[in-house]
């Protein structure tokens, strides 16, 4: 093994002992799952609604604090976890290029290491799922209600199952490891779709939170007033942007009358065609009459708002309800099995998420509610409810499994395994990354986020926002000013830091041989 450096636990056991027994690997990532609405990370929005199951794994292991991705987009975001490399190396920058079909995934490595290797979910890739003993996936961002899925034994067929997705997927995962052979360490990949817009609940859980006044952000008034055009252009404002129907199910809304222009009506309408006649009038006999009402009550554009922010983030709430419940059931197996004592469990996300700060929904910019993703990581041995401040990325998790597989990291992989993090109590080890870099690509596209790349060291960040209508830079004091409202490019103070980051940009593209594209 690399990493022998002895880490003495209550007991006696060493932490590194345990881990050179190629423990299983369970990897969870939901989509679209913000931290902040995770209780363990301490945010207001869930001390509403705590996620008791997802907490367990912080109780039992470590809570990243500064866990963050490269391209906070879906597709990218999945090929930084499959290849280690940043999404310029594996050709994955936007959510429609293709991915090099040569980069080798980390489930092939895992496959060749002597692992029984599964996923289970969303897949969203654009290419066949490689490196998988078995597989279980949706088609592209998959349904809530009654999904359908494709295995390797379907012939290309999706076949459609009854249920919740989240209920789905654990069933799946749960049949991979009831299923696999005893004699091999695995690795399963759960990924959950349904935190992902337009956000549908389970039937069981649409009268939950009805009654809770969720608090507003503190920046949900944001009028970008120290910054360039991006903030000001982009397209996923609650206000102007969150349909009435497709994100926000007030299905009694007609044409004339007065709200947002509808542009996804069929999602909408597709969404609730996978319900069943019964499952349908069930649906409706909650959301019509809390439509009516709100309608009935001829709200001001200001009380209007508020009830979209009250209506997007109970929904969404729920549907992290039910992602906390499966994964409680999916640790109550692995407990109850014996499989905590030689298995890493993981809990992530495919990107942050905007929970009303600056008035937004959607993902995308390199601020902080987007660029971080959540991340809890559980694993024999540790002491439990550490907390991690190490600037970690999603290019890390391919060579993490690597490691615990005791297999070598290939030279192509550009992230570093998690483990020597985990062995020093969440501190970063001194030749540990200093600087994270970010870069999205994926304009014009919906929601209009200008391109833009940059690099944070956690406590200040340079952004570089371009495309054909010209480039600007944003400067960030994350410690003063940890909401970002004041952009400080301009200031003397900050030349200093403005250099120091800068010079680190500069480094990074030549060194790492990034383009603007
Ligand atoms: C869909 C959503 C977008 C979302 C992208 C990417 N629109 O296109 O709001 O940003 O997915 O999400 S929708 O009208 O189809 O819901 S990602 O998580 O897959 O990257
Ligand atoms: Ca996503």
Redesign the pocket.
Same mark, same amino acid.
């Given at each position: 093994m690399k990493h022998k450096i002895p880490f003495l636990l209550l007991g006696g056991m060493t932490f590194n002992a345990v881990h050179a027994q190629r423990w299983n690997i369970v990897y969870i990532m939901s &989509? &679209?799952h913000s931290y902040q609405a995770i209780s363990a990370y301490g945010h207001q929005l869930s001390r509403q609604a705590p996620t008791p199951n997802l907490d367990r794994l912080a109780e039992r292991g470590m809570l990243f604090r500064r866990a963050y991705v490269e391209n906070s /987009?879906?597709?990218p975001s999945r090929a930084c976890l499959m290849t280690g490399m940043y999404s310029h190396q594996s050709g994955q920058r936007t /959510?429609d290029c293709p991915i090099d079909p040569n980069a080798p995934f980390v489930s092939e490595y895992l496959q060749q290491a002597g692992y029984q290797t599964g996923m289970v979910g969303k897949w #969203?890739m654009l290419c066949e799922p490689k490196g998988f003993d078995s597989y279980h996936v949706l088609p592209g961002?998959g349904d809530y209600y009654n999904p359908r899925f494709r295995t390797k034994d379907s012939g290309g067929k999706y076949v459609e199952e009854k249920g919740y997705a989240t209920n789905l997927i654990t069933d799946h995962a749960i049949e991979f490891l009831e299923t696999r052979d005893k004699t091999k360490p695995f690795a399963l990949f759960v990924h959950h779709k349904a935190p #992902?817009? $337009?956000w549908m609940p389970p039937l069981d859980m649409l009268g939950l939170y009805e009654d809770v006044e969720f608090p507003l952000p503190q920046t949900f008034r944001d009028d970008y007033a120290t910054r360039g055009r991006a903030a000001h252009d982009q397209q996923m404002s609650i206000a102007k942007d969150m349909e009435m129907c497709?994100d926000l199910k007030v299905t009694q809304i007609k044409p004339g009358m007065g709200y947002t222009h509808e542009r $996804?009506g069929d999602?909408f309408r597709h969404q609730l065609s996978r319900l069943s006649p019964e499952q349908r009038a069930q649906w409706e006999a909650v959301y019509n009459p809390r439509n009516q009402a709100m309608l009935d009550s001829n709200l001001t554009p200001d009380e209007l708002l508020e009830w979209k922010f009250q209506r997007y983030i109970r929904d969404y709430m729920r549907v992290i309800h039910s992602i906390d419940e499966q994964v409680g059931r999916l640790l109550d197996y692995l407990e109850a099995n014996g499989l905590m004592e030689n298995t890493m469990v993981v809990y992530t996300s &495919?990107q942050g998420f905007y929970m009303g700060e600056h008035g937004w929904f959607?993902k995308r910019f390199m601020y902080e509610e987007s660029f971080r993703t959540p991340l809890l990581v559980c694993a024999p041995g540790m002491k439990g409810g550490e907390k991690c401040d190490a600037l970690v990325q999603n290019i890390d998790f391919a060579p993490t499994f690597l490691d615990i597989a005791d297999a070598e990291k290939p030279r192509q992989m550009v992230g570093t395994s998690l483990l020597p993090v985990m062995e020093h109590g969440g501190k970063a080890p001194k030749d540990w990354r200093q600087y994270l870099y970010y870069h999205y690509y994926d304009c014009p596209a919906? #929601?209009n986020v200008m391109r833009h790349d940059g690099v944070s060291d956690g406590r200040f960040k340079l952004i570089h926002f371009y495309g054909p209508k010209g480039s600007y830079d944003e400067l960030y004091d994350l410690r003063r000013d940890p909401n970002e409202l004041n952009n400080v490019i301009a200031k003397k103070k900050y030349a200093k830091h403005l250099s120091r980051l800068q010079g680190q940009l500069d480094a990074f593209r030549t060194e790492q041989k990034v383009d603007e594209w």
């Amino acid at each position: 093994m690399k990493h022998k450096i002895p880490f003495l636990l209550l007991g006696g056991m060493t932490f590194n002992a345990v881990h050179a027994q190629r423990w299983n690997i369970v990897y969870i990532m939901s &989509d &679209d799952h913000s931290y902040q609405a995770i209780s363990a990370y301490g945010h207001q929005l869930s001390r509403q609604a705590p996620t008791p199951n997802l907490d367990r794994l912080a109780e039992r292991g470590m809570l990243f604090r500064r866990a963050y991705v490269e391209n906070s /987009l879906s597709t990218p975001s999945r090929a930084c976890l499959m290849t280690g490399m940043y999404s310029h190396q594996s050709g994955q920058r936007t /959510l429609d290029c293709p991915i090099d079909p040569n980069a080798p995934f980390v489930s092939e490595y895992l496959q060749q290491a002597g692992y029984q290797t599964g996923m289970v979910g969303k897949w #969203h890739m654009l290419c066949e799922p490689k490196g998988f003993d078995s597989y279980h996936v949706l088609p592209g961002q998959g349904d809530y209600y009654n999904p359908r899925f494709r295995t390797k034994d379907s012939g290309g067929k999706y076949v459609e199952e009854k249920g919740y997705a989240t209920n789905l997927i654990t069933d799946h995962a749960i049949e991979f490891l009831e299923t696999r052979d005893k004699t091999k360490p695995f690795a399963l990949f759960v990924h959950h779709k349904a935190p #992902h817009r $337009n956000w549908m609940p389970p039937l069981d859980m649409l009268g939950l939170y009805e009654d809770v006044e969720f608090p507003l952000p503190q920046t949900f008034r944001d009028d970008y007033a120290t910054r360039g055009r991006a903030a000001h252009d982009q397209q996923m404002s609650i206000a102007k942007d969150m349909e009435m129907c497709y994100d926000l199910k007030v299905t009694q809304i007609k044409p004339g009358m007065g709200y947002t222009h509808e542009r $996804n009506g069929d999602g909408f309408r597709h969404q609730l065609s996978r319900l069943s006649p019964e499952q349908r009038a069930q649906w409706e006999a909650v959301y019509n009459p809390r439509n009516q009402a709100m309608l009935d009550s001829n709200l001001t554009p200001d009380e209007l708002l508020e009830w979209k922010f009250q209506r997007y983030i109970r929904d969404y709430m729920r549907v992290i309800h039910s992602i906390d419940e499966q994964v409680g059931r999916l640790l109550d197996y692995l407990e109850a099995n014996g499989l905590m004592e030689n298995t890493m469990v993981v809990y992530t996300s &495919d990107q942050g998420f905007y929970m009303g700060e600056h008035g937004w929904f959607d993902k995308r910019f390199m601020y902080e509610e987007s660029f971080r993703t959540p991340l809890l990581v559980c694993a024999p041995g540790m002491k439990g409810g550490e907390k991690c401040d190490a600037l970690v990325q999603n290019i890390d998790f391919a060579p993490t499994f690597l490691d615990i597989a005791d297999a070598e990291k290939p030279r192509q992989m550009v992230g570093t395994s998690l483990l020597p993090v985990m062995e020093h109590g969440g501190k970063a080890p001194k030749d540990w990354r200093q600087y994270l870099y970010y870069h999205y690509y994926d304009c014009p596209a919906e #929601h209009n986020v200008m391109r833009h790349d940059g690099v944070s060291d956690g406590r200040f960040k340079l952004i570089h926002f371009y495309g054909p209508k010209g480039s600007y830079d944003e400067l960030y004091d994350l410690r003063r000013d940890p909401n970002e409202l004041n952009n400080v490019i301009a200031k003397k103070k900050y030349a200093k830091h403005l250099s120091r980051l800068q010079g680190q940009l500069d480094a990074f593209r030549t060194e790492q041989k990034v383009d603007e594209w």
